[in-house]
């Protein structure tokens, strides 16, 4: 329609020129004193025709319902993508194909889906003046089979939404945390089975919801430790333990970004150390620290907005990685290098055509490797690096587990 105008606009400015037709199809109104132009009068008539018809052919019209489409079972190769302005689009790594859309607001960075209940969680922010105004802020509740909200909770409007880890559903499936920064940092407790808000608990200096032991979250400190927090049955808090400094925030701090392992979670540093914690008996045990780096390795880092992506069933930790000095720790990283976690040593290495900023792992029975790569996600085969889909998700955005 651009390129039509602009062709009307070059036939007409010039001088001397116009458009072929235009004046042998209008030739004005008449301008005879005293009398109104007669294809005035029959345009006029047509347009009250045409405006009393549709009038009496809209009265006798039902209109149709609009379809419903229900979701099935998730697969387990599905995945969502976040996208900055607030929609979350689901999609199924294993064909590529879109399976819903989630109406999120731009303040909520992350879901999570309880699979017995067929139920989602997001933290949101709501605004009267949708940037500002009064806010409110609530736990909202999705059904899977629609991806509808179906309840609310109301919170304290002290939400942070940071990354994704500001969010988690604890052992049991009864609790729900929402990380607080005002910026004095807290934690809100919502019991989801029973739609209402619990309790707040402090945690000063400490970040982040990691869920891990029963009832129970850790967080990263900025002195340089690990706290737990356990809850008792009725939301409350039971206990709390801290580590000893284990690393330096000046000197190599530790990703806010851990990745889920079988038992607990895979911490890395800006510079590639890393190592598991877990939470066994109420108490936090630090694995055994390693490089990702080898003796050729001299100048990568880990980067990126997720730098890393963990599959359980093979031992694999996947991790971003790119040639740069300090402060790169946010860079996209053009190739993925692939470990045996428990042999501690790289066995593999997935070269992209463009960096990548963000992992994620999903298993259907094969292993695939979904990279958010440019406005797009690529997925590959884990196993060989072969790219199997490209998925245009509209602009990109962050990658979640469904």
Aim: aromatic share 8%.
């Amino acid at each position: 329609m651009l390129l039509e105008r602009r062709s009307m606009h070059s036939l007409t400015d010039r001088a001397g020129a116009r458009a072929p037709g235009v004046e042998e199809s209008w030739q004005g109104p008449d301008r005879s004193a005293g009398r109104t132009p007669a294809g005035v009068l029959v345009r006029a008539a047509w347009l009250a025709a045409c405006l009393c018809a549709g009038i009496a052919f809209g009265a006798g019209v039902t209109p149709s319902p609009v379809a419903a489409t229900e979701l099935g079972p998730p697969a387990p190769t599905w995945f969502i993508v976040k996208s900055a302005l607030g929609a979350a689009f689901v999609f199924d790594a294993a064909d590529g194909e879109m399976r819903g859309t989630l109406s999120l607001t731009p303040w909520t960075p992350t879901v999570r889906r309880h699979a017995g209940r067929d139920e989602l969680y997001a933290a949101e922010t709501h605004y009267t003046r949708r940037y500002g105004g009064e806010r409110t802020d609530v736990l909202r509740i999705y059904a899977h089979n629609t991806l509808s909200p179906t309840a609310e909770v109301v919170i304290p409007p002290k939400m942070t939404a940071l990354h994704p880890h500001y969010l988690g559903l604890l052992s049991g499936g009864r609790y729900v945390t929402v990380f607080n920064m005002t910026p004095a940092q807290s934690v809100s407790v919502v019991d989801v089975e029973n739609r209402r808000f619990v309790a707040e608990i402090s945690t000063p200096g400490c970040a982040t919801i990691l869920p891990a032991g029963e009832r129970g979250f850790l967080m990263l400190c900025g002195d340089g430790t690990l706290q737990w927090i356990g809850l008792d049955e009725n939301g409350a808090e039971a206990v709390r333990v801290r580590t000893e400094p284990f690393f330096s925030v000046e000197e190599d701090p530790v990703f806010d970004h851990p990745v889920r392992t079988g038992d607990g979670w895979q911490l890395m540093t800006f510079e590639g150390s890393t190592r598991e914690v877990v939470v066994r008996d109420g108490e936090i045990v630090l694995g055994e620290s390693w490089s990702l780096l080898g003796k050729d390795d001299a100048g990568w880092r880990p980067g990126g907005d997720q730098p890393s992506a963990f599959h359980a069933g093979l031992d694999l930790l996947v991790t971003l990685m790119h040639e740069g000095g300090a402060d790169t720790q946010d860079d996209a990283g053009p190739e993925a290098w692939v470990y045996h976690r428990a042999a501690k040593r790289r066995i593999g290495k997935i070269v992209f055509e463009q960096p990548a900023s963000s992992l994620l792992v999903v298993d259907g029975g094969e292993p695939l490797l979904v990279a958010s790569i440019g406005a797009g996600v690529q997925v590959f085969e884990l196993r060989t690096g072969k790219r199997r889909h490209v998925v245009d998700t509209g602009g990109g955005g962050r990658l979640l587990a469904y």
